[in-house]
Every structure is written in structure tokens, then in C-alpha cells.
């Protein structure tokens, strides 16, 4: 069965450091992948998704995240963190074992020091 | 703009008594689905549609019941609300699997 596992519940940074969000999945298919991002109080937008393309995925707001299927990771980076990046990140894997519906992970909370 | 909307954004009601929480969107998507959020518990589907006239059970369907009646439009029927079904939900819908959802804004309901 497909699973997402993210690794940190939380991910502390100082303003203007890199950021490393881990995600590992398990799909039996080739799968699609997608981050999403949640603001506080606010809705779910999606940042990036990887859908047997290009395995370096660009999102929006700087964010990238790297398809790696020998690792079965989808690791979220961005390089020098902002203030307004506060919020909490969701892994999110699709495939045709789980008639494509989305298979979420917990999220992790992303915390930015100034 | 394209959207998803959902109404009403906070609701809070009494156990038993029926409520509709309106999901539209404008972007002739095919998908659909709704989505509840609990602290510690994530996002669990509750339905979703594939097409007009086309809905499936997702995780948590206890207690809920939806419609697609026209494309651009997905209910969600409580019933007999109870003190367990107060949640955030999303209503959200894509094009194609591919091509990921776009969330509405939410409904923080409450049920006393």
C-alpha cells in the first residue's frame, strides 16, 4: 500500500538558511508527487508537483524538491529561508494502486527565526 | 479568478440539526472531493466525485453525504451532525490526477 512518511514534524531555521523538508514514500506504481503548503489559519496551496518529468521539480515562492526514486524520497529545499515561509508542509502521493486519489503526509511545521 | 469556493467559512450549529456546506468551482474540473483536517489526525478524504453523477466513499464517509449533480458543483450533507464531526473542511478539485487540487478556503465547523 502507498504511504508518505515526512520525517521531521518540525523544522526549525534561521532566516536567510537553507531549508530541508524529508519526505519518503512508497508507491508499487509510478507515482505523482506533490508538496502543499499551509499558512496559518489559511487554505492549502499546492508549491510543486512531480509527474514523471523533469526529477528536479521548481515550485513557486523558491521552493525545488528532487524526485529520487532508487531513495524513494521527494525531499522540499529552498534556499535561504523567509519569514513568510512559516507555515506547515504536506507530502502528498497519487498513483493508480490508490485509484489516484492523494495519500498525505502528517506535515511538518516549518519555523523560521529571525 | 479560478477558485474553489466553499460557504459558509464558520458554522457553528447543534447536535442533530441538518446542514449544507456549499462547494463550487469554476474551473470545469472533472475531480472533486471533500477533506476533512483534525489536529494530530492530518487531512482524511471523506468523498469524492470523478464526474457528474459519479461519487465514491474516501476514508471517513460516516456521517456525510454528497451529491454532483452539475460539474461545478459539490454539497456536503450532514445530516445529524454530532459533537465528532466538528472539523475543518476543504473542498477541492483538479483536472486530472496530474495535475493536483486546488483547495478551497475552508469551513471551520462546529457542532455543540
Not at chain 1, 508537483?49 to 513557486?60: D, E, P, R
Not at chain 1, 529520487?68 to 497519487?94: G, I, N, Q
Not at chain 2, 447543534?14 to 463550487?24: A, E, I, R
Not at chain 2, 453523477?53 to 450533507?77: A, C
Request: net charge positive; proline share 5%.
Amino acid at each position: 500500500a502507498q504511504s508518505v512518511t515526512q520525517l521531521d514534524s518540525h523544522v526549525s531555521v534561521s532566516e536567510g538558511t537553507p531549508v530541508l523538508l524529508r519526505c519518503n514514500y512508497s508507491s508499487s506504481y509510478s507515482p505523482s508527487l506533490f508538496w502543499y503548503v499551509q499558512h496559518p489559519n489559511k487554505g492549502l496551496q499546492l508549491l510543486l508537483k512531480y509527474t514523471s518529468a523533469a526529477t528536479l521539480v521548481k515550485g513557486i515562492n523558491g521552493f525545488e524538491a528532487e524526485f529520487k526514486k532508487s531513495e524513494t524520497s521527494f525531499h522540499l529545499t529552498k534556499p535561504s529561508a523567509h519569514m513568510s515561509d512559516a507555515a506547515e508542509y504536506f507530502c502528498v502521493v497519487s498513483d493508480q494502486n490508490s485509484n489516484y486519489q492523494l495519500i498525505w503526509g502528517a506535515g511538518t511545521k516549518l519555523i523560521i527565526k529571525p | 479568478e479560478a477558485q474553489v469556493t466553499q460557504n459558509p467559512r464558520y458554522l457553528i450549529t447543534v447536535t442533530g440539526k441538518k446542514l449544507t456546506v456549499t462547494c463550487s468551482q469554476n474551473m470545469n474540473h472533472e475531480y472533486m472531493s471533500w477533506y476533512r483536517q483534525d489536529p494530530g489526525l492530518g487531512l482524511r478524504q471523506i468523498y469524492y466525485s470523478m464526474n457528474v453523477e459519479v461519487t465514491d466513499k474516501g476514508d471517513v464517509p460516516e456521517g456525510y453525504k454528497v451529491s454532483r449533480k452539475e460539474k461545478r458543483n459539490f454539497p456536503l450533507i450532514l445530516e445529524s451532525p454530532s459533537p465528532n464531526q466538528t472539523s475543518l473542511y476543504f473542498c477541492a478539485s483538479r483536472n486530472s490526477y496530474r495535475t493536483g487540487y486546488t483547495f478551497g478556503s475552508g469551513t471551520r465547523l462546529t457542532v455543540v
